[in-house]
């Protein structure tokens, strides 16, 4: 393939000029002002060759201090008989707990919700507790707790373990050389490589090196086995991120930016979402760009303006689903995640740019007036690739004020919870209409992870601001047709002040269609206290600060049980506002959610 391989810093130093590099950081979205204007008197002549462009990174607070150039290894060699060096430590953007490497260094390894104690033994021989706990073993994404531990018990333990894993896994496994699994495995070897090879002989530092060319050969070649979407994101950026980091490998890493410019042009909408349409995926996926996009910045290669366009669009996204408390919507597959993990990759934001209004290549609308936010699901559900998280919750809708959630979708729990996952991916799990019991898409079979095989193909979305100071959304979708011939229409109107949010339902079909029951559900957060008032057709809500809100219909109201997934903390029971009532001649369904004010 002809391209330029990535070059090493201090070739970057010798063969670029320092305007080069600096433009080489800004394209990268890095603001690099100069020193002097912020504060540094030194000339840059003082600089030793290769360190002028990671000051200048790192005066520009992007480039992570514990995840820069590999230190401490320089007078390691892979031997006498040559062979690559390993030149960048990626960053590791997640989030770690000191306190983890304690439970792994005793022998205690919780992972998937199951803990087991290996009393001494090697994790590797210990019979897994299931495929989930396996599958986090294997991708060795725990280490990073271990390296925020740094100590030098911890560092012994790091290098023990991975030596186990290379002694026993050097031929195929299942699952264990699962592509996603590999993937996973190679970026997390990378990032704590400095911690894995602290103290460690030329020997161990071969076989490690050996061991991360390997992992990604093995991708490279069996990429297209993985599953669209994420995993094949990762592979790629895992394949690439080894070949910058090591010495020798330029055709490695052109192979990996290749595949992930032609993974990130199918995967990343215009509008910065993804081909899922779960929200969730846009942070898995920024944890690892951010850190390649900086290592070919730290090796003197100009990241590609597809990677480069794709970061740009994806930040404002993750801002269009963040509620005021800094969580997350709950749609196609997203749950209560890390609110730090969040936080941090958008530290990494250049562009700040505001989120938009309405993302109609991904499918969603963001109406924002005074304290309060409404972000609806407006799309069709994802191409059936990609569709293995999706939900049928088509025209649901999240509202929060200030910094509380009020209406929520259930979300998703995690992996392990199977039942569970197939159960949050029903309307029913969501803040919208239900006919006769059934979800508006229709999956392939009864597993957590089936694809939509059906659901709806026409969706409307029309946006209507400035009249009687709100902003009112038209809705419809047509998942119901086929079965029932029957057509959701939903209005929602936001006040001026966001004191108010008024809701219409409906299903509209010919004049014979037989007459069904549907439901519209209201799913609350946890936070929030409901009390059905007496005549039962309005509903106190109270939120944790006191501010009181009143919700109310043309139809009664019921008060049922509910539950919050997440796949960070357990499940929360909660509460949800149930509303029935009949297709055909019958009133449409208007709601009211309205502030109290004191």
């Known amino acids: 393939m002809a391209s330029s391989p990535p070059v090493s810093s201090a070739r970057a130093e010798n063969g670029r000029s320092r305007s080069d590099l600096l433009r080489a950081g800004a394209r990268a979205g890095l603001f690099l002002a100069n020193l002097r204007e912020q504060g540094y008197p030194r000339s840059m002549s003082t600089f030793a060759p290769g360190e002028r462009f990671r000051f200048a990174l790192q005066r520009a607070g992007r480039f992570v201090p514990v995840g820069g150039v590999v230190e401490g290894l320089g007078h390691l060699r892979p031997g006498r008989s040559g062979g690559s060096q390993?030149?960048?430590?990626?960053?590791?953007?997640?989030?770690?707990?000191?306190?983890?490497?304690l439970?792994?260094?005793?022998?205690?390894?919780?992972?998937?919700g199951r803990a087991v104690e290996t009393a001494g033994a090697s994790p590797f021989e210990i019979e897994p507790p299931s495929e989930d706990w396996l599958r986090e073993l294997h991708s060795f994404r725990w280490l990073r707790h271990l390296k925020a531990a740094d100590t030098p018990l911890a560092r012994s333990n790091a290098r023990a373990i991975t030596e186990d894993w290379i002694r026993i896994y050097r031929r195929g496994a299942p699952i264990v050389w699962d592509t996603d699994i590999t993937a996973q495995r190679t970026l997390s070897f990378l990032a704590q490589s400095r911690l894995i090879l602290d103290g460690a002989d030329h020997e161990v530092y071969r076989r490690f090196v050996q061991t991360l060319v390997r992992h990604a050969v093995f991708l490279r070649t069996r990429i297209g086995t993985a599953k669209p979407g994420l995993p094949r994101l990762q592979a790629a950026i895992a394949i690439a991120m080894t070949g910058i980091s090591l010495s020798g490998q330029a055709r490695l890493a052109r192979a990996g930016l290749d595949r992930l410019d032609q993974e990130l042009k199918k995967q990343i909408l215009p509008d910065g979402g993804h081909i899922s349409r779960n929200p969730a995926i846009l942070v898995q996926a920024l944890i690892d760009l951010l850190p390649l996009r900086q290592a070919l910045i730290a090796r003197g290669e100009l990241p590609s303006e597809l990677l480069i366009g794709s970061i740009d669009r994806m930040m404002p996204m993750l801002r269009f689903f963040r509620h005021g408390d800094g969580a997350f919507a709950h749609f196609n597959g997203a749950s209560s995640s890390s609110?730090?993990?969040?936080?941090?990759?958008?530290s990494y934001d250049?562009?700040?740019?505001?989120?938009?209004?309405?993302?109609?290549?991904?499918?969603?609308?963001r109406v924002q007036h005074g304290e309060s936010l409404l972000l609806v699901d407006a799309g069709a559900p994802p191409l059936p690739p990609f569709s293995t998280e999706a939900h049928a919750g088509t025209l649901s809708f999240e509202f929060s004020s200030r910094n509380q959630r009020i209406f929520i979708n259930c979300g998703a729990p995690s992996a392990r919870h199977l039942a569970l996952r197939r159960?949050?991916?029903?309307?029913?799990?969501?803040?919208?209409?239900?006919?006769?019991?059934e979800s508006s898409s229709e999956f392939a079979g009864p597993t957590a992870d089936a694809r939509i095989v059906s659901g709806p193909k026409v969706v409307t979305s029309k946006r209507e601001g400035g009249k009687?100071?709100?902003?009112?959304?038209?809705l419809s979708h047509d998942g119901y047709v086929k079965r029932f011939g029957l057509i959701h229409r939903r209005g929602l109107r936001l006040a001026a002040d966001g004191a108010m949010l008024e809701g219409t339902d409906q299903?509209?079909?010919?004049?014979?269609?037989?007459?069904?029951?549907?439901?519209?559900?209201?799913?609350?957060?946890?936070?929030?206290v409901a009390t059905l008032e007496q005549d039962e057709d309005a509903m106190e809500l109270a939120t944790p600060d006191g501010t009181r809100w009143r919700f109310s219909a043309n139809y009664p109201l019921e008060l049922e049980e509910s539950i919050e997934f997440s796949d960070v903390f357990p499940s929360r029971p909660t509460t949800q506002i149930v509303i029935a009532a009949e297709t055909g001649a019958a009133p449409a369904v208007k709601w009211r959610l309205a502030r109290i004010d004191e």
Do not use: K, W
């Open 468 to 474: 009687e100071n709100r902003t009112a959304l038209h």
């Open 423 to 437: 159960a949050a991916r029903l309307t029913a799990a969501h803040c919208t209409a239900v006919l006769a019991d």
């Open 339 to 346: 609110r730090d993990l969040v936080a941090t990759v958008l």
């Open 350 to 365: 250049e562009t700040l740019g505001m989120p938009i209004s309405t993302a109609s290549y991904s499918g969603f609308e």
């Open 103 to 112: 439970d792994i260094y005793a022998g205690r390894f919780v992972f998937a």
């Open 507 to 528: 299903f509209a079909g010919p004049a014979d269609a037989q007459i069904r029951i549907f439901e519209l559900r209201f799913h609350l957060h946890h936070d929030i």
């Open 86 to 101: 390993l030149l960048i430590a990626p960053p590791d953007l997640r989030t770690a707990d000191p306190v983890l490497a």
